[in-house]
């Protein structure tokens, strides 16, 4: 037997909370910058924030600073004054929107950034190489970069006990230790190993329940919207892993799309077809874009973006706390690993989702200014028809730059292929 109040207090807490959460990011981060304190710049596949957090470091996420100046419509600004000072229309757009960030002196549209103290970094998107070098050159900090070997050949992921696995870990292990050290140089403090021990117990709880709430989306209706509330639910997931606010949340989430689940509450009322989302969010017109679907009865259950974008915390995996070091290594390679995987072969990832998901439609998104995520997609799209019965859209925009973003004829794509799906639906009936 349910309340009301039960009911009005459980559904949307995730999304309240997680706003708030993000305020107090901020606030602390603008703090920071006005006192002139100390903080990392890390990005979201592998931030290595278990680490960072052991040694009190706030951290930045260039990536997330520079998609809010796109939800908040000014991101063409910075693009702007990027293109100015010589970056190319065409490469990333978060790239330009940090780089006007670091040219305003840290002004952007929630708060101060502080300037980095140290920049860590993996090879899961060539761009963070670059883009550390710019902070390198602009600020002469040191830059950690975390060479993560990628899985060899399809479908060959290793594991513990495997030789080549356990080359690898111990290849990411020295490469931690020697983050460590630079972490030592740069705070002026001592490691100790049983805060790193409770920040990882932390992070433990934010990876199994993210993975719960992934899993809970495969209920009809679906609980939440992989492309809108996932967003936010992805932000706390990164910027809040490894401490006690992040695990509460993600605790407080799992519990709130229980209840959602066990009392058929969808994310829209009316939930006709299920759809999965591929590439990065068109966020110059974030919430208009998901109306577009929504307005035919579409919900977006899952996305490859909740996978790569959480550095592969989708995984669940939990880190052994009797020998952290080395469980944070193997943890570190299979989820950035994992995150690479997700984003270089969709293609897993969607065969993962379809049928689990129930996934009536597969929506691809490339996109101009992220190639690391667009190159190929058109194949990924031909592959998929091939294996799976599964109408989808394929629609080109941006996640940064409003230039390429038009409405009007996104929308009539958008419109024939729902037509597309209620056609299919119709003569399935008659089958
Ligand atoms: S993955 Fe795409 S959006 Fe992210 S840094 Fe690389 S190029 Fe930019």
């Given at each position: 037997?349910?309340?009301?109040?039960?009911?009005?207090?459980?559904?949307?807490?995730?999304?309240?909370?997680?706003?708030?959460?993000?305020?107090?990011?901020?606030?602390?981060?603008?703090?920071?910058?006005?006192?002139?304190?100390?903080?990392?710049?890390?990005?979201?596949?592998?931030?290595?924030?278990?680490?960072?957090?052991?040694?009190?470091?706030?951290?930045?996420?260039?990536?997330?600073?520079?998609?809010?100046?796109?939800?908040?419509?000014?991101?063409?600004?910075?693009?702007?004054?990027?293109?100015?000072?010589?970056?190319?229309?065409?490469?990333?757009?978060?790239?330009?929107?940090?780089?006007?960030?670091?040219?305003?002196?840290?002004?952007?549209?929630?708060?101060?950034?502080?300037?980095?103290?140290?920049?860590?970094?993996?090879?899961?998107?060539?761009?963070?190489?670059?883009?550390?070098?710019?902070?390198?050159?602009?600020?002469?900090?040191?830059?950690?970069?975390?060479?993560?070997?990628?899985?060899?050949?399809?479908?060959?992921?290793?594991?513990?006990?495997?030789?080549?696995?356990?080359?690898?870990?111990?290849?990411?292990?020295?490469?931690?230790?020697?983050?460590?050290?630079?972490?030592?140089?740069?705070?002026?403090?001592?490691?100790?190993?049983?805060?790193?021990?409770?920040?990882?117990?932390?992070?433990?709880?934010?990876?199994?329940?993210?993975?719960?709430?992934?899993?809970?989306?495969?209920?009809?209706?679906?609980?939440?919207?992989?492309?809108?509330?996932?967003?936010?639910?992805?932000?706390?997931?990164?910027?809040?892993?490894?401490?006690?606010?992040?695990?509460?949340?993600?605790?407080?989430?799992?519990?709130?799309?229980?209840?959602?689940?066990?009392?058929?509450?969808?994310?829209?009322?009316?939930?006709?077809?299920?759809?999965?989302?591929?590439?990065?969010?068109?966020?110059?017109?974030?919430?208009?874009?998901?109306?577009?679907?929504?307005?035919?009865?579409?919900?977006?259950?899952?996305?490859?973006?909740?996978?790569?974008?959480?550095?592969?915390?989708?995984?669940?995996?939990?880190?052994?706390?009797?020998?952290?070091?080395?469980?944070?290594?193997?943890?570190?390679?299979?989820?950035?690993?994992?995150?690479?995987?997700?984003?270089?072969?969709?293609?897993?990832?969607?065969?993962?989702?379809?049928?689990?998901?129930?996934?009536?439609?597969?929506?691809?998104?490339?996109?101009?200014?992220?190639?690391?995520?667009?190159?190929?997609?058109?194949?990924?799209?031909?592959?998929?028809a091939k294996k799976h019965d599964v109408a989808s859209l394929f629609v080109e925009s941006d996640m940064m730059d409003r230039r390429v973003v038009t409405e009007a004829p996104m929308k009539n794509r958008i419109d024939a292929f729902f037509e597309g799906l209620a056609s299919?639906?119709?003569?399935?009936?008659?089958?």
């Open positions: 037997m349910t309340t009301n109040t039960e009911s009005k207090d459980l559904v949307g807490r995730g999304n309240r909370d997680g706003a708030e959460l993000f305020r107090q990011w901020f606030n602390e981060l603008n703090q920071t910058a006005n006192e002139g304190g100390q903080c990392a710049y890390v990005f979201v596949m592998g931030s290595i924030n278990e680490i960072l957090k052991a040694f009190d470091l706030p951290v930045v996420f260039p990536e997330i600073n520079s998609l809010q100046t796109a939800v908040r419509r000014v991101a063409h600004e910075y693009l702007g004054e990027a293109e100015d000072y010589g970056y190319s229309p065409d490469i990333c757009g978060y790239v330009k929107a940090d780089v006007a960030v670091q040219l305003r002196h840290g002004e952007h549209p929630m708060g101060n950034i502080p300037q980095p103290s140290l920049a860590v970094l993996t090879n899961a998107c060539n761009t963070y190489i670059k883009w550390a070098e710019i902070w390198q050159r602009m600020y002469d900090v040191p830059v950690v970069t975390i060479d993560i070997p990628g899985t060899r050949e399809a479908g060959g992921q290793t594991w513990q006990g495997n030789e080549h696995f356990d080359a690898d870990r111990r290849y990411v292990q020295a490469q931690l230790e020697e983050l460590i050290t630079i972490c030592e140089q740069v705070t002026g403090k001592k490691f100790d190993i049983d805060k790193l021990r409770e920040v990882m117990k932390q992070a433990n709880t934010v990876s199994t329940c993210w993975n719960k709430v992934l899993d809970l989306n495969r209920s009809r209706p679906s609980v939440f919207s992989a492309l809108t509330d996932g967003t936010i639910y992805l932000g706390v997931a990164n910027g809040f892993r490894g401490t006690e606010a992040g695990a509460r949340y993600f605790q407080q989430l799992v519990e709130e799309m229980e209840y959602k689940a066990a009392h058929g509450i969808g994310t829209i009322t009316d939930e006709i077809y299920r759809l999965v989302f591929v590439g990065v969010p068109c966020y110059p017109i974030f919430r208009r874009f998901n109306e577009m679907f929504t307005e035919w009865g579409g919900t977006f259950v899952h996305s490859t973006y909740l996978w790569f974008a959480s550095g592969g915390a989708n995984r669940g995996f939990e880190y052994d706390l009797k020998r952290p070091i080395e469980s944070l290594a193997e943890g570190v390679l299979i989820t950035v690993r994992d995150a690479m995987d997700s984003m270089f072969h969709q293609d897993y990832a969607l065969d993962a989702m379809i049928d689990d998901y129930h996934v009536d439609g597969i929506v691809y998104h490339p996109i101009k200014s992220c190639r690391t995520v667009s190159t190929g997609l058109a194949d990924v799209r031909q592959h998929v299919r639906r119709q003569q399935a009936l008659l089958k």
